[in-house]
């Protein structure tokens, strides 16, 4: 149980027998004033997906940093695994077009890897071979799956991705998409994700969470799908998500990521049987 929440607190870190990587309890940010987030209640457990929609302006990269430690909340408390790796792939990353990057200078800009390891992670995300690549001659596709295996480095528990598939065609998304669930399928790591791509999030999420400064819905893509709140904010966007993105699992895992059978599974998500 975590404590109660006090201003600007930052609550207990979970024992190692707690499940949860991480989890926010009555988190509010203020910012000149007006709130950001209000009365945030999240937990984030392992192996799952959990998707963040919303408009723009609700929060959403605000939330994300809380989960990172980068935004302290004003009020609430949140707690993190100890010792938890956190791989994050920001919602923009301006690099000077006029400075010389290779992928491989960008990959080991903060810490030294060996080349079979950024090789490695750069085969994962489908560009192992723009190794030796200058930055400035990638598509946006490319872009973003080198800040993705940039992120796989740290090997991380919970992997956090702001909009991911920015500057992406539609056909790109929908690849990236699946290399994200494999990802998360061959490491059995948390992914957490912001997005505005309705028609896939529903294929992508094992769990959705709908944020305008508050909580408006949360649950597995099925429930979000029909809540009133959910099509009151996107309208005519969200009408038949579901009838063409219906979320089954091909596989079944427990909150350790580890696999398991159907009837073992915790995640709340419906399953192929």
């Known amino acids: 149980m975590l404590d109660k ?117 750069l085969a994962e995300t489908g560009v192992g071979h723009l190794l030796d690549a200058d930055v400035t001659t990638l598509s946006g596709g490319e872009f973003q799956r080198l800040l993705i295996a940039r992120a796989l480095l740290v090997r991380p528990e919970l992997l956090v991705l702001d909009e991911p598939v920015q500057g992406v065609d539609f056909s790109g998304e929908l690849a990236l998409y699946e290399r994200i669930a494999e990802i998360r399928r061959r490491h059995g790591c948390a992914v957490l994700l912001v997005s505005h791509d309705l028609h896939v999030v529903m294929a992508a999420a094992d769990r959705v969470l709908c944020l305008n400064g508050h909580v408006c819905c949360a649950g597995v893509p099925s429930e979000v799908a029909v809540a009133p709140e959910y099509h009151r904010l996107f309208g005519p966007r969200a009408a038949g998500t579901v009838a063409i993105y219906k979320h089954h699992h091909d596989h079944t895992h427990n909150l350790h990521g580890e696999v398991v059978s159907a009837d073992q599974c915790t995640c709340g998500a419906p399953h192929k049987g």
């Not at 979970?14 to 309890?25: E, K, R």
């Not at 790796?85 to 890897?113: A, E, F, K, S």
């Open 5 to 121: 929440p006090q201003r600007g607190a930052l609550a207990r870190p979970p024992t190692d027998g707690d499940v949860s990587l991480a989890a926010l309890q009555d988190v509010e940010v203020r910012r000149g004033g007006r709130a950001i987030l209000s009365h945030i209640d999240l937990t984030i457990e392992a192996g799952e997906i959990l998707t963040v929609i919303g408009p723009n302006g609700g929060g959403k990269t605000t939330l994300l940093k809380v989960v990172l430690g980068l935004i302290k909340p004003d009020t609430g408390s949140v707690a993190i695994r100890p010792g938890l790796r956190l791989g994050y792939v920001p919602q923009r990353l301006q690099l000077d077009p006029t400075l010389p990057m290779t992928v491989r200078r960008l990959m080991t800009l903060t810490r030294r890897h060996r080349d079979a390891d950024l090789i490695e992670a």
